[in-house]
């Protein structure tokens, strides 16, 4: 899959895993256990700290998006959950992506490949954007929102991922074998600085807990 980065902000990274093979299963017992530990240790902090906090919230704002109340970062929702008991469990893949959202602090997307077409865009939202993000039908104002976009509607594609909630056309199906990963990040915390290691952690545990045979990775930024 080629990738293409067309946010003009130096701040702003991307961790990108490609991974095929993978497959829907229920969590194994080790997966469990990291997140079982995981939790019971972000439940009580105040997570993610904030230099992450601010340095993904103040990326998020800078094209017009406003992160906070119901279309806050999912990576704070998902520290919220932990903190008071709720934290989701799907299935190996999506608590993986989890998990990894959990250690850094940073939102996380993965999505099916098959929604891409082989070919994806890092973008900002466009005026009178938006998509489906759950099964109820509601919709996300994409305006101004990072966004990775595939598909082949137009040249720079349609958008499927964010760093807030995923839409409904691009996520896991049980039939999944092919994912891309996104992690969504700043250089202005240290969660960014370290991408590449945390996009090398990404693709091992897809490999150790979903399956996949075949991983790459790679980091996008401007210069």
């Known amino acids: 899959m080629i990738i293409h980065n067309l946010v003009p902000d130096r701040s702003f990274a991307a961790g990108i895993v490609l991974a095929e093979g993978v497959r829907i299963a229920a969590p194994a017992p ?43 970062p999912a990576s704070e929702y998902l520290a919220q959950a932990a903190r008071e008991g709720r934290f989701p469990r799907i299935n190996n893949l999506v ?10 602090g940073l939102p996380v997307s993965l999505l099916d490949q098959r929604a891409f077409a082989g070919e994806a865009w890092l973008r900002c939202g466009r ?13 996300i104002d994409l305006e101004g929102l990072l966004c ?29 074998d092919a994912v891309i990963g996104v992690i969504y990040a700043s250089v202005d915390c240290a969660p960014g600085r370290e991408l590449a290691a945390l996009v090398e952690r990404f693709g091992g545990l897809l490999k150790e807990f979903g399956g996949a045979v075949d991983v790459q990775t790679q980091v996008l930024q401007l210069g």
């Open 30 to 72: 080790g997966l469990g256990s990291l997140i079982d530990g995981l939790v019971a240790r972000r439940a009580g902090e105040d997570f993610p700290p904030a230099p992450v906090k601010d340095a993904i919230r103040a990326l998020l704002k800078r094209g017009g998006f406003k992160p906070s109340g119901r279309n806050k």
């Open 95 to 104: 608590d993986v992506n989890n998990l990894l959202s959990l250690e850094s």
């Open 127 to 139: 005026p009178g954007e938006e998509y489906v993000f759950n099964n109820a039908g509601q919709k």
């Open 148 to 176: 990775v976009c595939g598909g082949a509607d137009g040249a720079d594609g349609i958008p499927l991922g964010n760093a807030v909630k995923d839409s409904m056309a691009a996520k896991l199906k049980d039939d999944t």
